[in-house]
């Protein structure tokens, strides 16, 4: 493959100043690392230019100084060469930064930083280790081809760890003696606690499986483990669906069930499998099961929730939503870097393309207008636990409207005007037997007092009021369970006595909040839609800027808006290209079964790719995957060829065509 041009951020002053600051943040890593640092030294100045990168072969010493022999020159600058580098590899393992010293020509000194910063002998077993972390980290890192990944870290080089089957034999040996050590990894941030089955190592395998369509292999594997712990039966339960061994893995879910009658994994495996084949009930069963087997683990809650949804079981699915186990999102680790003293980020000439390099903002160009109401929507930032949960209440709102959405709410949660109301109908009724034992004098004492406790209580009725040019109703307040879990209503002893909310729960807060990030976003929605319904009545272009169009695409598709959020994604195209648009526009041309349209989007997004120094999206690979899969290889590869771009570009495409052939995927060889 071509491989990406190279970016450059230097630091002038301090020649290792990003060494040492990857060893001072060693201690606070807690996934899987940053990307590997390579810092070289030139002859000709002391100073210090370094890149992050990816998925490059960090088995041996020699692999990584390999690549530092591999950049020699400066790409930018012929006249200095390099004559040093150090390459920075970490082990999750282990905590541990494997470190490669190359001087050119000569010396190689490898060693290991611990998370003190003191110098450790660098040996085979944490070599395999390290080995094994570059994979993961290469697909567990990627870009899924809307440039989320990319936009984060400043230049990062991302190869292909695996690009043969030679190099899967390596990949699936070093999976197969560390798995078991798998939970050290960390997992994804939907997983409380990680276990043999729920990690970063099974989580990336899976992802290589499915992306490659190497289903012999990942089963060979896992049932080689399997013999070993009944446990792993889930992960080859998934892998058999994935190949469309159905009758297969249905058998092993059952023995497997016999063995270990509570393994939540394997009844979510099972849930997810009845879902996808229309047995609502079954998938019920198994859910509950699950929720019985790990009651703390959100996707236990969320799976059942699901279930609920598709049965339109809409008041279960709320109150299932609410007893979902949160957890705060940690985030992959990032390198923190000094500000480097320049930057260059030089283009590819293979990936060059006018429509995407025309219109983009040169540096130094103001920033694109977006309306304050469309930076202030929250829902664009949710991750992990809060993403998900936010997704399934979107589905319900999309199902039934906002307003039924509001009513079932209602029905189901103790709302706080309620609350106040019922709180005071008690304490008047406490207040009359109590009157009656001491007299007019408590009497008039008690109402006082009660009266200046309630007042200042009552909910306004501002909750309820409409904004301007919104028909969207907003939401009333539900009645916390942190607040009253938390002693801020005093207690209360004929709580259980209240007739009017005896069967309704009390809301978690996060969940009310996610109420309100809905409206807004709805809201939102609603306006613009009106908006451009009465620029058509008038003729009048609807203009927004870019930015603003990727914004509303995003909205119209969190809110299942499909048809709507593709329109907003054309609109952005029209101005310049967008990734994340383009994204959006071949999910269109995927729904559509349109081959042509889906490879158009597939070779801009994959020069895109390149043109930030990426030759590997797992995403993208699975997509030209499954495109030769049904289509065959032949009538890809003529496809790609007959469409009117330079064929330097197209040979990017074909590279991708090329892996699926090296892996012979299905179709490949017609």
């Known amino acids: 493959m071509v491989a990406p041009a190279v970016p450059e951020l230097y630091e002038e002053e301090d020649l290792f100043a990003a060494v040492d600051a990857r060893t001072e943040s060693l201690q606070n890593l807690r996934e899987l690392g940053p990307p590997d640092l390579l810092l070289t030294e030139c002859s000709l100045s002391q100073t210090g230019v370094y890149h992050h990168v990816t998925g490059i072969d960090a088995s041996s010493s020699a692999s990584l100084a390999a690549y530092v022999n591999t950049l020699t020159f400066s790409?930018?600058?012929?006249?200095?060469?390099?004559?040093?580098?150090?390459?920075?590899?970490?082990?999750?393992?282990?905590?541990?930064?494997?470190?490669v010293e190359v001087k050119i020509p000569g010396s190689?000194?490898?060693y290991?930083?611990?998370e003190r910063g003191d110098k450790r002998v660098a040996t085979e077993a944490l070599w395999l280790e390290t080995f094994l972390c570059g994979v993961l980290r290469a697909y567990t890192y990627a870009d899924d081809g809307s440039g989320d990944s990319i936009r984060k870290i400043v230049?990062?080089?991302?190869?292909?760890?695996?690009t043969n089957t030679e190099m899967e034999?390596?990949?699936?040996?070093?999976?197969?003696?560390?798995?078991?050590?798998?939970?050290?990894l960390s997992s994804d941030p939907e997983t409380q606690v990680p276990n043999t089955v729920s990690n970063h190592l099974t989580s990336g395998l899976l992802k290589y499986i499915r992306t490659t369509g190497r289903y012999t292999s990942g089963i060979n594997l896992l049932e080689k483990l399997r013999i070993r712990d009944v446990e792993v039966s889930s992960l080859l339960a998934r892998v058999l669906i994935m190949a469309d061994e159905e009758v297969q893995a249905v058998r092993l879910m059952y023995d497997s069930l016999q063995d270990v009658p509570m393994d939540y994994a394997l009844l979510d495996c099972q849930a997810?499998?009845?879902?996808?084949?229309?047995?609502?009930?079954?998938?019920?069963e198994c859910a509950k099961r699950a929720v019985t087997a790990a009651p703390s683990e959100f996707s236990t809650w969320a799976r059942l929730a699901e279930v609920y949804v598709n049965s339109e079981q809409w008041d279960l699915a709320l109150l299932t939503l609410n007893s979902c186990p949160m957890f705060t999102y940690q985030d992959k680790d990032t390198p923190r870097m000094p500000q480097p003293s320049r930057i260059m980020l030089p283009i590819l000439a293979e990936s060059m393309l006018d429509e995407i390099d025309e219109g983009q903002p040169k540096q130094g160009d103001p920033h694109d207008y977006v309306h304050p109401s469309l930076r202030r929507l929250h829902a664009s930032a949710y991750q992990g636990t809060f993403l998900k949960a936010y997704n399934l209440l979107t589905k319900i709102a999309a199902a039934i409207g906002w307003d039924q959405l509001l009513k079932i709410r209602s029905e189901v949660f103790v709302m706080e005007e309620e609350y106040r109301v019922e709180r005071q109908h008690s304490k008047s009724i406490r207040r009359s037997s109590s009157i009656a034992t001491n007299g007019n004098e408590d009497q008039q004492n008690g109402t006082n007092a009660e009266e200046q406790d309630e007042n200042p209580e009552t909910t306004p009725s501002e909750n309820k009021e409409e904004q301007a040019g919104d028909s969207i109703e907003k939401?009333?307040?539900?009645?916390?369970?942190?607040?009253?879990?938390?002693?801020?209503?005093?207690?209360?002893?004929?709580?259980s006595s209240y007739t009017q909310f005896r069967n309704k729960r009390l809301c978690e807060r996060w969940l009310d909040n996610l109420f309100m990030v809905l409206y807004e976003d709805l809201r939102i929605y609603t306006i613009w839609r009106t908006e451009m319904a009465q620029y058509r009545q008038q003729a009048i272009e609807y203009k927004k800027s870019a930015t603003e169009w990727e914004i509303l695409g995003e909205l119209a598709e969190r809110l299942h808006h499909f048809d709507e959020?593709?329109?907003?994604?054309?609109?952005?195209?029209?101005?310049?290209?967008?990734?994340?648009?383009?994204?959006?526009?071949?999910k269109l041309y995927e729904s559509k079964h349109d081959t042509r349209g889906m490879l158009g989007a597939l070779i801009r997004l994959i020069a895109w790719q390149y043109r930030w120094y990426s030759e590997f999206s797992p995403e993208l690979l699975y997509l030209i995957r499954k495109l030769i899969e049904d289509e065959g290889a032949v009538k890809v590869r003529s496809i790609v060829q007959a469409t009117n771009l330079p064929q330097p570009v197209l040979d990017l495409t074909h590279q991708y065509c090329q892996l699926c052939a090296t892996f012979r995927s299905s179709g490949s060889d017609g």
């Open 565 to 586: 959020a593709i329109e907003a994604y054309q609109h952005c195209m029209a101005i310049r290209f967008s990734p994340k648009a383009m994204r959006g526009v071949l």
């Open 272 to 284: 997810a499998f009845c879902q996808s084949k229309g047995e609502s009930e079954m998938a019920l």
């Open 108 to 110: 190689l000194e490898s």
């Open 169 to 184: 034999h390596k990949f699936m040996d070093a999976a197969e003696r560390l798995f078991f050590l798998g939970r050290q």
């Open 475 to 495: 939401p009333e307040q539900t009645m916390a369970s942190e607040v009253v879990k938390s002693g801020k209503e005093e207690p209360d002893p004929s709580h």
């Open 112 to 114: 290991c930083i611990d």
């Open 75 to 99: 790409p930018l600058d012929k006249t200095h060469k390099v004559v040093s580098g150090i390459y920075c590899c970490y082990n999750a393992f282990s905590h541990l930064d494997m470190r």
């Open 155 to 162: 230049g990062v080089r991302r190869f292909n760890p695996v």
